[in-house]
T-cell receptor, first 114, second 115 residues
Framework: GQQLNQSPQSMFIQEGEDVSMNCTSSSIFNTWLWYKQDPGEGPVLLIALYKAGELTSNGRLTAQFGITRKDSFLNISASIPSDVGIYFCAGQLSGSGNTGKLIFGQGTTLQVKP | NAGVMQNPRHLVRRRGQEARLRCSPMKGHSHVYWYRQLPEEGLKFMVYLQKENIIDESGMPKERFSAEFPKEGPSILRIQQVVRGDSAAYFC?????????????FGEGSRLTVL
């Protein structure tokens, strides 16, 4: 089935550092999304991307939808302790028959050292 | 406006018992998705329902699992004769209509432990 490859699997950084993570796929997606999940909670949407090449920011977060529509990255600038959590990319497949379901990456676990 | 409500938050069952997980979508949302998350993994799509209809159940195991979204009341994910491999977090998400933007609103999840 369809699969998203997300990397890195985990990151341990110092407060104030910038962070970058990415997702790639062999399939074409018409939407890319980035979610954050805190322990014991459900995923919360951070950024949604709808067009190839689109670059979108949400505060200290910036994400881009790759030109080939097969990849996306998320950057977090000037990390703070509350950025700790698991970040997931998710894609919505293009083509007919799409019922809106999302394909999720395996997640990037971010730890921030104060 | 209340978010997606799931209950129970935690459920413990012995092998062979039944598990019922409930999901009340956000007010005004008529589309419900169920996802399963195994430890250390991402979410995997299970089923997509609209009121009284199953639209896409391609991610649902063929046996022991069923889902419904009745005209009145919450959506129910039912797992019969649970096995240890069913232990996971089950998340419900809702949307107001056919989600072409992919923006799903997730509940806090129901964590099933099978002893």
């Amino acid at each position: 089935g369809q699969q998203l490859n997300q990397s890195p699997q985990s990151m341990f950084i110092q407060e104030g550092e910038d962070v970058s993570m990415n997702c790639t796929s062999s399939s074409i997606f018409n939407t890319w999304l980035w979610y954050k999940q805190d322990p014991g909670e459900g995923p919360v949407l951070l950024i949604a991307l709808y067009k190839a090449g689109e670059l979108t920011s949400n505060g200290r977060l910036t994400a881009q939808f790759g030109i080939t529509r097969k990849d996306s990255f998320l950057n977090i600038s000037a990390s703070i302790p509350s950025d700790v959590g698991i970040y997931f990319c998710a894609g919505q497949l293009s083509g007919s028959g799409n019922t809106g379901k999302l394909i999720f990456g395996q997640g990037t676990t971010l730890q921030v050292k104060p | 406006n209340a978010g997606v409500m799931q209950n129970p938050r935690h459920l413990v069952r012995r092998r062979g018992q039944e598990a019922r997980l409930r999901c009340s979508p956000m007010k005004g949302h008529s589309h419900v998705y169920w996802y399963r998350q195994l430890p250390e993994e991402g979410l995997k799509f299970m089923v997509y329902l609209q009121k009284e209809n199953i639209i896409d159940e391609s991610g649902m195991p063929k046996e022991r699992f069923s889902a419904e979204f009745p005209k009145e009341g919450p959506s129910i994910l039912r797992i019969q004769q649970v096995v240890r491999g069913d232990s996971a977090a089950y998340f419900c998400a809702s949307s107001p209509g056919l989600v072409r933007t992919g923006e799903l609103f997730f509940g806090e999840g129901s964590r099933l432990t099978v002893l």
